[in-house]
């Protein structure tokens, strides 16, 4: 039996309260006005001019582009439109790290689904661990529904779909291409799928997860019957409700964009996080002393899960960007341009090479598939580079070039952490992490790759 120790509690809670703090330093610090937004330009406008004073031609292109005139409507949009990125960013730090944690949950429980459909062996000894970190899926759902709340109520500026005149043709703000969307792009349709999506994710856990246990005290064949049927169903239905997830809450944040390969490079990478949890998490509980019946082939094939999904992700990579570099559609020009040529050239690049290059170079070796510290580095790694990942299919279209990993990213990144650490361990805490009801068990604990 597995208890939460009060050294991990305390670290969870402290990063709890540190994040939160940091949360709200960044929506207390964000500018208010368009006046806070001029004075931060020139005050970055007389930075530059500093730079820039040993060298005469940078100071006299400067001086030609200050003579361009615009008139004082264009000013004022331009500084509105920077104003709505600027407030945008501890929105878009709280819904990266929201959308991350759940969606490894909800990923892991995908998987916990796969092993029970596939009736596969081997992961038997597992089922607890995959089981406590879908605890987490219900405080995750609450939190970014509560975070989509506001959106749809026009609390932030997140989603440009959702700005006043987008739909109506008399407005200046109108968008054709927008408004043609609309049978599906509209507020009250993208809440209510959104519950779904999370009442879905949530019912799931629920019942397998009760099914699990009751199987554990009446060995009811019945039971595993039914949690069979139950996962077979979920695997389809969540199939189905990602495709259209990942384009309410990610694709339409580029509204004019479009990938029919988008849905499936999002599960790759959520996917690919969520296994790396599975085996950070088992290891530590086995470096605890709770999980005796998981050895060094089960930590093999989490590993090999990894690298498996790493190359997945790498694909599903390749196929989009290659895609549209063959094509050369101009949508797809204008969603890569920030991202391979524009700001965002480090952060796209870099995850690149910490979600590819990292994993295939360590973890191509099966025997370092078998060393605890080696698959821990590697799965640090992998998450930083899929947070990354994330980051850069969310920034782009909500802050613009203004990006910074700062006090709103690291506080959100903190604060959802200490969230996932505290739920996950307090239900491993809760019951035996032997699921000795389950009729593959023994197979489970002898087997050996």
Do not use: C
């Amino acid at each position: 039996m597995y208890t939460f120790s009060g050294k991990l509690k305390t670290f969870s809670i402290a990063l709890m309260i540190l994040g939160a703090l940091g949360i709200g330093y960044g929506f207390f610090s964000a500018p208010k006005t368009t006046e806070d937004v001029k004075e931060a330009l020139h005050n970055t406008q007389n930075t530059h001019e500093a730079e820039q004073s040993d060298d005469p031609a940078a100071t006299t292109d400067h001086e030609n582009a200050s003579e361009e005139s615009h008139s004082a409507d264009e000013e004022q949009s331009h500084l509105e439109h920077l104003l709505h990125q600027a407030q945008n960013r501890p929105w878009a730090a709280f819904f990266i790290s929201a959308f991350f944690f759940l969606m490894i949950a909800v990923t892991v429980l995908v998987f916990y689904a796969i092993q029970w459909a596939a009736q596969a062996g081997w992961s038997i000894v597992l089922f607890r661990v995959m089981e406590g970190i879908t605890a987490y899926i219900l405080p995750g759902s609450i939190l970014l529904f509560i975070f989509l709340l506001f959106s749809g109520l026009h609390g932030n500026h997140i989603y440009a779909w959702m700005a006043e005149g987008t739909f109506d043709p008399a407005s200046d703000n109108y968008d054709a291409i927008i408004d043609g969307k609309s049978w599906w792009l509209n507020t009250s349709g993208w809440l209510i799928r959104s519950f779904i999506y999370l009442f879905v994710y949530n019912i799931f856990r629920w019942m397998l997860r009760k099914n699990s246990l009751a199987l554990d005290k009446s060995n009811d064949i019945k039971i595993y019957k039914k949690n069979f049927n139950l996962a077979v169903a979920f695997v389809v239905i969540f199939a189905i409700l990602e495709l259209f997830m990942s384009f309410d809450w990610l694709m339409s944040l580029d509204p004019h964009w479009y990938s029919q390969l988008y849905s499936f490079y999002v599960f790759s990478s959520v996917l690919v996080s969520g296994i790396t949890v599975i085996a950070l998490v088992t290891i530590y509980l086995r470096n605890k002393g709770v999980l005796p019946f998981v050895n060094d082939s089960h930590l093999h094939d989490l590993a090999k899960y990894m690298f498996g999904f790493s190359i997945f992700w790498a694909y599903f990579f390749f196929d989009q960007f290659m895609l549209q570099w063959y094509a050369n559609i101009p949508e797809d020009a204008a969603y890569f341009f920030p991202r391979l040529i524009g700001s965002y050239q480090l952060p796209f690049i870099g995850m690149l090479i910490l979600n590819f290059v990292f994993p295939i170079l360590i973890l191509m070796d099966s025997d370092f598939k078998r060393i605890p510290w080696f698959v821990v580095t590697t799965g640090i790694i992998i998450l930083i580079g899929h947070y990354i990942d994330i980051f850069q299919l969310v920034s782009p279209a909500t802050v613009g070039d203004n990006w910074s990993i700062g006090i709103p990213e690291l506080a959100s990144l903190a604060f959802f952490l200490g969230l996932f650490i505290f739920v996950v361990f307090t239900a491993m805490g809760k019951v035996s992490l032997h699921a000795k009801g389950n009729p593959f068990m023994k197979e489970s604990e002898i087997y050996h790759y």
